[in-house]
């Protein structure tokens, strides 16, 4: 059944989106091989705009299409009332998403790479409990709509997740890290060996007082800042009045050292396609530029409501409408060394996680969080970890003075590529 077709005269607008995605997962509990599985899911999604309102439904169910067309019209009788347009056709900058390498990938080379990076944090800590996640998969989506768009592309996500737990006495330390990409090339083992690193560090505890002190947030660490940055400049929230920042375009909100985009269009990166969910083409879109607010991000109908264009940042699944999200946030690199910036610190805190993460009062930008993962700087040096602790603060604040940003940058959870950031005095709690 041609859905566009049936649609048309029944609908001031018709979008057809259908998606495929075959999945398959590893998983190491506990130090052993515990699972692996294939899933598969694929379904139509539909929306319509009729009488001016914007309708939605969805089924997996291929040989249902009329319940499918009813069911659409019928949600549009309660339907938002949104001036929203569907794109016509739009050329879109090639960007690399498939490899065939990751699709063929067998499930016995998974195995072989969750036992090694096991094996390998093993011989650095025989005492750990690891977890290790490897999946990999192929993603199809094609877009159609009255307007004349007709979008499709093919992607090849991989990922690696690890999580380690090590209980000494009253210690209990937990790390994690994880990669993704869509064309084979990075460094596989790469977070076992990050993992290996923090355990190293870790091993000796090392107290801190409370007060005033420099905090530099390594590329994990930074997501504290990040989340609330993402939070302000989500056109959702800009439009329902909740960003602080939903007025202040073309001011300064950040010190100047502070350059943040979001960029859908870099190969291999693990958000990254030619088109949003919506047909629209991703860009490289400049949020903030030297701490001057630029702009927002948006989807369809975010855009109409807020009378901007979209962003192409439209993202969705099988089930849920469009809504605006990152593809992959950058963070602009600074001038100064981390070596430099370490070794200008006499006392101070290094900061790689925290308990909490993106939650409590986000979107105002603050943040109050007990530190999961952090160190003390002493003399220029990485001295040892630090315990019952907590920082406090609000982005818009701290991120006014910003001490130094780091040349070296790193990708964080597959979204976010960071740097450190060092902040010159931020409140220290640390619990006697």
């Keep these: ?43 139509i999604a539909v929306r319509v705009v009729r009488n001016g309102r914007l309708g939605f439904a969805a089924s997996s169910d291929m040989n249902a299409l009329d319940k499918l067309v009813t069911n659409v019209l019928e949600s549009a009788v309660y339907g938002d009332v949104v001036p929203i347009q569907f794109p016509g056709a739009q050329a879109a900058q090639p960007v690399i998403t498939y490899d065939s390498q990751i699709n063929d990938l067998p499930i016995s080379q998974l195995v072989g790479f969750g036992q090694e990076m096991v094996d390998y944090l093993l011989s650095i800590e025989p005492e750990a409990r690891i977890n290790v996640s490897l999946s990999r998969g192929i993603q199809h989506l094609s877009l159609q709509n009255q307007a004349g768009a007709n979008a499709s592309y093919d992607r090849t996500p991989f990922s690696v997740g690890i999580d380690l737990t090590r209980i000494e006495g009253d210690d209990v330390l937990i790390i994690y890290d994880t990669i993704g990409m869509t064309v084979w090339g990075d460094d596989v083992m790469a977070p076992a060996r990050k993992l290996g690193q923090k355990l190293e ?50 001011e300064k909100i950040f010190d100047e050292k502070i350059t943040l985009l979001d960029d859908g269009t870099l190969d291999g990166r693990f958000n990254s396609a030619p088109y949003d969910d919506e047909g629209i083409p991703h860009q490289a879109n ?10 927002f991000l948006y989807d369809l109908k975010t855009a109409a409501l807020s009378g901007a264009k979209s962003t192409g940042n439209a993202s969705r699944s099988l089930f849920t409408p469009p809504s605006p999200s990152p593809t992959n946030l950058i963070l602009g690199a600074g001038t100064t060394p981390l070596a430099e910036m370490i070794a200008g610190i006499d006392e101070g805190i290094l900061v790689e996680d925290v308990l909490g993460l993106g939650q409590g009062n986000v979107i105002s930008g603050a943040f109050s969080n007990p530190l999961a993962l952090a160190f003390k700087i002493e003399k220029g040096e990485i001295v040892g ?48």
Aim: charged share 25%; glycine share 8%; with cysteine.
């Design 286 to 295: 400049v949020l903030v530029d030297r701490g001057v607010l630029q702009g």
């Design 1 to 43: 059944m041609d859905l566009i077709k049936k649609l048309k005269p029944l609908t001031e607008q018709a979008e057809v989106v259908q998606l495929a995605n075959e999945q398959t997962t590893i998983n190491f509990e506990a130090n052993k091989l515990k699972s692996s599985k294939v899933e598969e899911t694929r379904g």
């Design 385 to 432: 970890r630090v315990k019952n602790a907590s920082i406090a603060d609000n982005i818009y604040d701290c991120l006014k003075n910003v001490g130094a940003v780091s040349q070296e940058r790193e990708w964080v959870y597959n979204q976010f590529f960071a740097p450190y950031i060092l902040l010159p005095e931020m409140n220290v709690v640390a619990k006697e």
């Design 201 to 250: 560090r870790s091993r000796k505890i090392t107290p801190i007082r409370s007060g005033k002190m420099p905090v530099v947030f390594t590329p994990a660490g930074s997501l504290v800042l990040g989340i609330p940055m993402m939070a302000g400049v989500d056109g959702k929230n800009v439009f329902s009045g909740i960003s602080p920042i939903k007025e202040k375009i073309g």
